[in-house]
T-cell receptor, first 114, second 112 residues
Framework: EPEVTQTPSHQVTQMGQEVILRCVPI?????FYWYRQILGQKVEFLVS????????KSEIFDDQFSVERPDGSNFTLKIRSTKLEDSAMYFC????????????FGSGTRLTVV | QQPVQSPQAVILREGEDAVINCSSS?????VHWYRQKHGEAPVFLMI?????EQKGHEKISASFNEKKQQSSLYLTASQLSYSGTYFC?????????????FGQGTRLTINP
């Protein structure tokens, strides 16, 4: 079964440093998403991406965040200057075209900011 | 706008039934249901589009009441493997197609 692949599985970074989280969506999917989940809490929407541009973003997704699809397979989330409160599990997801399909989530990257 | 789920937690014995509710204050276009086991990613269960349809997936089914902006997830004859946290996700009529917002989750524990 096709999978969404995320790397790394766990990243520890110092406050103020930049991090890049990487995702390889399912190959025939055209919609891509980033969500985050602070330990034990709800899954929060960050951003959706379609046709090489941001479709929707939440109020969490401020100027320190950016997304990119640098080539035909990777989808990245960059956090420019990490804060302690950015510590969370970050999930990438992808879906097929249209509003009729569920999302397939990757296994996540646990980001710890110290 | 975040949907509201109820109850927050349910504890059942294997074989018992459960209902998890999801409601929104805004007009809904679709409702998704996902299950997340501890330390894992959410897994898609089903999607319901406006029209009040009911869908089924083994012993797990769901309904969508468009007029009340509510969806319910039904788990019948629960199995140990059903344990986990269930999230509904909603898309609203007037927003873009790609903004699925999740509720706070319902933790389901199935005991033998």
């Amino acid at each position: 079964e096709p999978e969404v692949t995320q790397t790394p599985s766990h990243q520890v970074t110092q406050m103020g440093q930049e991090v890049i989280l990487r995702c390889v969506p399912i190959s025939n999917h055209l919609y891509f998403y980033w969500y985050r989940q602070i330990l034990g809490q709800k899954v929060e929407f960050l951003v959706s991406f379609y046709n090489n541009e941001i479709s929707e973003k939440s109020e969490i997704f401020d100027d320190q965040f950016s997304v990119e699809r640098p080539d035909g397979s990777n989808f990245t989330l960059k956090i420019r200057s990490t804060k302690l409160e950015d510590s969370a599990m970050y999930f990438c997801a992808s879906s097929e075209v249209g509003r009729y399909y569920g999302y397939t989530f990757g296994s996540g990257t646990r980001l710890t900011v110290v | 706008q975040q949907p509201v789920q109820s109850p927050q937690a349910v504890i059942l014995r294997e074989g018992e039934d459960a209902v998890i509710n999801c409601s929104s204050s805004k007009a809904l276009y679709s409702v998704h249901w996902y299950r997340q086991k501890h330390g894992e990613a959410p897994v898609f269960l089903m999607i319901l589009l406006k029209g009040g349809e009911q869908k089924g997936h083994e012993k797990i089914s769901a309904s969508f009441n468009e007029k009340k902006q509510q969806s319910s997830l039904y788990l019948t004859a629960s199995q140990l493997s059903y344990s986990g946290t269930y999230f509904c996700g909603t898309e609203h009529e007037l927003q873009g197609a790609q903004k699925l917002v999740f509720g706070q989750g319902t933790r389901l524990t199935i005991n033998p």
